[in-house]
């Protein structure tokens, strides 16, 4: 019986290659798009997740009231972690995690700048980074041990045996390498090649007691068995014990496995994430692959004149209905394994370029068992799910009303089919004023007014020699024509790498913790980025030798500190009297999609990372770097030259919406593609449905342009149901997404009606070449027979 359904269903396949192109092509679209995503989906929910002690392990986060909000982070003191180990018995390890810092390492002859951290011995007892080579409880004994990973061994030492080699740090110190650590997995969001132990950095003199420097991440690995709902209670007033000036702060354990996906909080709440973006793809997956079998009923029930002939006959010899429906089940299966086999290599060839879209990298694991179960369970469901309604369509013809001619309701007003076509369309109209919408909130905040001038403005970071030949590498720049003007900061002017909400002014009330941003430059600082002077002056170090503790507001600061006249004004931080000399226009330095907050640009009393150098448009780019990398090697030799134009480095804060844009825009292309597929078959159909009575019509005299209004204007119709139900549905939506951002712009009745309009206009093209061609068809052929 089995072997006689698949003839049957073959034969019916190869009978219809018009039918079985169109469903095999929008189910393999739809199977390949699904696929694709969940193959995102399933990278991003495993990160973090392989690590054995995973359930234990936790970040520490700390909440802090700050004008009636409450702020959460998970930067920490660096004294926290010993008092966590010395008062809490439940914690069974703890470690201190330094974030990234880039270094030279040299051997030989042979230079080469890595990425990594400095971390308490206890970390690997944490996270499981296995050891290739050394002993895990010894690797960290000495205050110069070095722990690497397999590729920057391999691109140190080459096939040489790392353990025991020793490598020059920044050409000050040197250390030996206790341990060759495994590449790290694709889906960790550490970032390291090399491990340093913290006592390394004590040495240096860079740890402290100072419990509002808040400067690093802590990790904690609880006993087993520990409540951790008991212990958040327990741990929650660490720092009131230790922090009298910061008595309201809340300490708190936050699961390391969900800090991937739940990073967002508000008021001290945790509000999603990435989480909500993979639940948003998720869904268009869904209903991508879902709009997929739409195409795959509308054009079976719209073949059903076709087959109903062939279940009429069988029933009336005595075919049951449950043997019919499982031969139209079996079909729609056998269509579903041919379009999975087609989106399987779909999938190989579009993976690379997908996950360069994404920026993750992504990769089929073709050996999992897994896998290929997703494989098959997508084929059964698909079948099942696109072929039920048109098996019990079909199955149910009666054989009386078939042999009759009279089981078809031609002129029914609302049909399955008119539903399932409207509800494509609908999908396809809310994903183009998605992608229309997106598109514009990224030009406007691109285009937003920045507050300073991005061209042909470069940072180098302050390594090596830098900092000592600073004077003499400025004065070559600026007297060789390379450079317009130099400024030493903290941080690149694209972003903040200091805040703090006790910076003190005259007339702040004891309840004013509003968080105030640190920029530091030693010198023209307004000249160099193209800030706009408000009132006072820039740094001039020459000229004023006690700019070294002056101090220089944005607009929001002014705002915030209510001075009516800021210049002289004394404001007090890190144990310095700043006294201002100048007001800046509010410039953008965090997100360009929130609002600016209050800004301080401190003198050169503090310190500094970068140098940031604005060239000198008169000469070509190439020229200037040329010249720049010649001055650099010149004083700074043992260092290789690297920089950053900020223009690119603000260019980067786009990149999230900027990829939610292309996503969106692939999505609607497919959409609208796997429905033009269906709306092409549907009209294909119609028309051969009707081309005796096309026949008749032109016999009587009716023009092509006649018949073809005729033919497209019940399909339009659909459309524009659609645009009625997609419209509020695409403004709610979008409206919602509009609200994460402070600057945005706002929704205009244009957006959805060119998203409409071009629903209506592809709708059109799809369905007026079938009816084109049935209009100029020759009647006499469509009525030879009668």
């Known amino acids: 019986m089995f072997k006689n359904y698949f003839k049957i269903a073959w034969r019916i396949l190869i009978r219809n290659k018009g039918f079985s192109f169109l469903n095999i092509v929008g189910l393999s679209i739809g199977l390949a798009v699904t696929g694709l995503i969940l193959l995102w989906v399933n990278f991003e929910l495993g990160f973090n997740q392989f690590h054995d002690k995973k359930d234990r392990i936790y970040e520490v986060y700390n909440k802090y009231e700050v004008d009636g909000e409450i702020w959460t982070w998970n930067s920490t003191p660096k004294v926290m972690a010993s008092v966590i180990k010395k008062d809490y ?7 201190r995690y330094f974030y990234e810092n880039i270094f030279l390492f040299s051997k030989d002859e042979k230079k080469i700048k890595a990425n990594g951290t400095i971390v308490d011995p206890n970390f690997l007892k944490i996270f499981s980074f296995p050891l290739i080579e050394g002993d895990i409880e010894t690797v960290f004994e000495d205050v110069n041990s070095l722990v690497i990973t397999e590729d920057f061994a391999n691109k140190m030492f080459g096939d040489e045996s790392a353990v025991g080699q020793v490598i020059t740090v920044d050409n000050t110190d040197s250390f030996k390498v206790t341990g060759v650590l495994k590449n790290l997995p694709v889906n960790t969001e550490f970032n390291f090649e090399y491990l340093m132990p913290w006592s390394y950095l004590k040495q240096k003199g860079y740890d402290d007691k100072n419990w509002s420097n808040n400067s690093i991440a802590t990790y904690v690995l609880l006993q087993k068995g520990t409540n951790y709902d008991i212990f958040s209670e327990k741990i929650k007033s660490l720092r009131e014990s230790y922090d009298k000036e910061a008595p309201e702060m809340v300490t708190f354990l936050y699961p390391y496995t969900r800090s991937h996906l739940y990073s967002e909080f508000e008021n001290g709440q945790e509000i999603g994430g990435l989480i909500d973006i993979i639940r948003l793809f998720g869904i268009i997956a869904l209903i991508v692959l879902v709009i997929a079998c739409i195409n795959f009923m509308n054009l079976s029930t719209a073949r059903s004149e ?15 209905q449950n043997a019919l429906i499982f031969q139209f089940l079996g079909e729609s299966v056998l269509i579903s394994f041919i379009a999975a086999v087609l989106a399987l290599i779909i999938v190989v060839i579009a993976l690379p370029s997908f996950s360069e879209l994404i920026n993750e990298n992504l990769s089929v694991n073709w050996k999992s068992p897994w896998f290929w179960g997703l494989v098959f369970g997508a084929i059964l469901i698909t079948g099942l799910l696109a072929g039920s309604y048109p098996a019990l369509y079909l199955s149910a013809f009666k054989p009386s009303s078939v042999l009759k001619g009279t089981f078809n309701k031609v002129n029914t007003l609302i049909t399955p089919r008119k ?7 609908s999908v396809a109209i809310v994903l183009i004023t998605a992608t229309i919408v ?4 990224i030009s406007t905040v691109q285009n937003r007014k920045l507050g300073y001038n991005k061209e042909n403005l470069v940072y180098i970071q302050m390594e090596g020699d830098v900092e000592k030949n600073y004077a003499s590498i400025k004065s070559e720049l600026l007297e060789g024509g390379i450079a317009t003007s130099i400024s030493k900061t903290n941080s690149p002017i694209t972003e903040s790498w200091s805040n703090s909400w006790d910076i003190q002014w005259k007339g702040k009330s004891d309840d004013n913790k509003t968080l105030v941003h640190r920029l530091v430059a030693d010198d023209a600082i307004i000249r160099t980025m193209g800030l706009q002077l408000v009132e006072g002056r820039d740094f001039e170090l020459d000229k004023y030798p006690t700019d070294s503790t002056a101090i220089i507001l944005n607009k929001s600061a002014v705002k915030l500190m209510g001075f009516e006249e800021p210049l002289g004004q004394t404001i007090k931080d890190n144990g310095t009297d700043w006294h201002v000399i100048g007001v800046v226009e509010d410039f953008v330095f965090n997100s360009p999609f929130q609002k600016i907050s209050p800004m301080v640009i401190e003198g050169a009393r503090a310190w500094f990372n970068l140098i940031h150098i604005k060239l000198d448009s008169q000469n070509s780019t190439f020229d200037n770097l040329k010249s720049t990398e010649a001055i650099f090697k010149k004083y700074n030799p043992n260092y290789p030259f ?11 804060k786009f990149a999230d919406e900027q990829r939610t844009e292309k996503l969106a825009s692939l999505f609607t292309i497919l959409t609208i593609l796997i429905s033009c597929l269906g709306l092409f078959g549907l009209a294909s159909y119609m028309a051969q449905n009707r081309i005796k009575e096309i026949g008749i019509r032109k016999v009587l005299g009716a023009s092509a342009t006649g018949i073809t209004k005729l033919l497209s204007i019940d399909f339009l119709k659909l459309v524009l149901a659609s645009m009625l139900i997609a419209i509020p549905i695409s403004w709610y939506t979008m409206n919602q997404w509009l609200q994460d951002f402070a600057y945005k712009i706002n929704l205009s009745w244009w957006m959805f ?11 059109f093209i799809t369905v ?4 084109i061609k049935a209009a100029r068809s020759n009647p006499v052929k469509s009525l030879r027979t009668e």
């Open 89 to 95: 018995p439940e914690v069974e390890h703890v470690s």
């Open 306 to 320: 076709k087959r109903a002939k062939e279940v009429g006959v069988r029933k009336v010899v005595g075919a049951r």
């Open 419 to 425: 539903v399932l076509v409207i509800v494509q369309f």
């Open 438 to 441: 997106v598109k514009e909130q």
């Open 642 to 652: 690297n920089y950053e134009f900020v223009d690119e480095d603000y260019a980067q």
């Open 753 to 763: 009606v060119i998203a409409g309009v071009l629903a209506l206009a592809i709708a």
């Open 768 to 771: 007026s070449y079938q009816a």
